[in-house]
């Protein structure tokens, strides 16, 4: 069973900066791309950053230029470097690893991690 775990997450005041970590554990056979989403109350799930097995990544514009996603390919984990933290990236964090176990692509979700900023 595939598992995916978040970590680093938590309070901080604005202009602070936080790393969250993400492991996958399971059988996966191969791992397309690796991502952050987040989600503030009230609001829809939104893309953070993706980070692609080829290298390529992506990032919102409201986090670009602060925000930064890495991998460690040998532990199967993915990074999101948080700078310069904003109140309005106060969101509980996702991971997703889209990968396959199996014949097709599946997305694979963590419980999510809460990131909190102040003013």
């Known amino acids: 069973q595939v598992q995916v775990v978040e970590s680093g997450g938590g309070s901080v005041q604005a202009g602070n900066s936080l790393r969250l970590s993400c492991a996958v554990s399971?059988?996966?056979?191969?791992?397309?791309?690796m991502n952050w989403y987040r989600q503030a109350p009230g609001s829809e799930r939104d893309l953070v950053a993706i980070?692609?097995?080829?290298?390529?990544?992506h990032y919102a514009a409201s986090v670009k230029g602060r925000f930064t996603i890495s991998r460690d390919p040998v532990a199967s984990t993915v990074f999101l470097q948080m700078s310069r933290l904003e109140p309005l990236d106060t969101a509980l964090y996702y991971c997703?690893?889209?990968?396959?176990?199996?014949?097709?692509?599946?997305?694979?979700w963590g419980q999510g991690i809460q990131v909190t900023v102040s003013s």
């Open positions: 980070l692609s097995t080829s290298g390529y990544t």
């Open positions: 399971g059988r996966l056979l191969e791992i397309n791309s």
């Open positions: 997703n690893f889209r990968a396959r176990a199996g014949i097709g692509f599946d997305d694979y």
